[in-house]
């Protein structure tokens, strides 16, 4: 049971250069996420999928893309990298209990991102 | 719009003394949570608080959780130096389930000096 697995772990890109992130987990989550951490700062969720097919936009969604074609992966896209977008991207997955409610959260390593 | 405010944002302490974070939080919510994350490294969970007068202890941390005042507290006893760290609260963005993620504080960086 790998749980939730980031590639690549580490990249750097050139401004304008465009770029996947991969997500993938396999504990049958319906819930994903995408979160990017600044430096000195806490997570910001750009986006996140309760499904396959069905994505929506987070806090920091501009500059990001996303789609959900299986309920195991949730990719990233990247499509005109700016150096504002250098971070380091966390991804993560979640269900609901019984009762509906939402508290197991699981995040991946991370991918180091730097836009130069 | 959601905000979360953790204090302080950076602490420096000794081994032994007793310390606590403060979490306040903006809007009603259901759920909330305490990570850990050490340098390079993921989101570690330490606990999930979901509802009023909530208490939660692992260890030599303890949270607990006010939803009337929308505070939060993260008390480190006896500190050690393996605690050092930094600790992000982060709540629920809506209350009934909340499939649409976390709302994170700014982070309590943590340093233990032996």
């Known amino acids: 049971n790998a749980g939730v697995t980031q590639t690549p772990k580490f990249r750097i890109l050139k401004i304008g250069q465009s770029m996947t992130l991969q997500c993938a987990q396999d504990?049958?989550?319906?819930?994903m996420y995408w979160y990017r951490q600044d430096p000195g700062m806490g997570l910001k969720l750009i986006y996140y999928?309760?499904?396959?097919?069905?994505?929506d936009k987070g806090e920091v969604p501009n500059g990001y893309n996303v789609s959900r074609s299986t309920t195991e992966d949730f990719p990233l896209r990247l499509e005109l990298a700016a150096p504002s977008q250098t971070s380091v991207y966390f991804c993560?997955?979640?269900?609901?209990?019984?009762?509906?409610?939402?508290?197991?959260?699981?995040f991946g390593s991370g991918t180091r991102l730097t836009v130069v | 719009e959601l905000k979360v405010e953790q204090n302080p944002l950076f602490l420096s302490m000794q081994e032994g003394k007793n310390y606590t974070i403060y979490c306040n939080y903006s809007?009603?919510?259901?759920?909330l949570y305490w990570y850990r994350q050490d340098p390079g490294k993921s989101l570690e969970s330490l606990f999930v608080?979901?509802?009023?007068?909530a208490v939660k202890q692992e260890g030599r941390l303890m949270a607990s959780l006010d939803t009337k005042a929308r505070l939060s507290t993260l008390h480190i006893t006896a500190a050690v130096h393996d605690l050092s760290a930094t600790y992000f609260c982060?709540?629920?963005?809506?209350?009934?389930?909340?499939?649409?993620?976390?709302?994170f504080g700014k982070g309590t960086h943590l340093i233990i000096q032996p």
């Open positions: 993560a997955s979640s269900y609901p209990d019984l009762r509906g409610m939402n508290y197991g959260y699981t």
């Open positions: 504990m049958n989550h319906n819930y």
């Open positions: 999928s309760v499904g396959a097919g069905i994505t």
């Open positions: 809007t009603t919510s259901d759920r």
């Open positions: 608080l979901l509802s009023n007068g």
């Open positions: 982060a709540v629920a963005r809506e209350s009934g389930g909340g499939a649409d993620g976390l709302t």
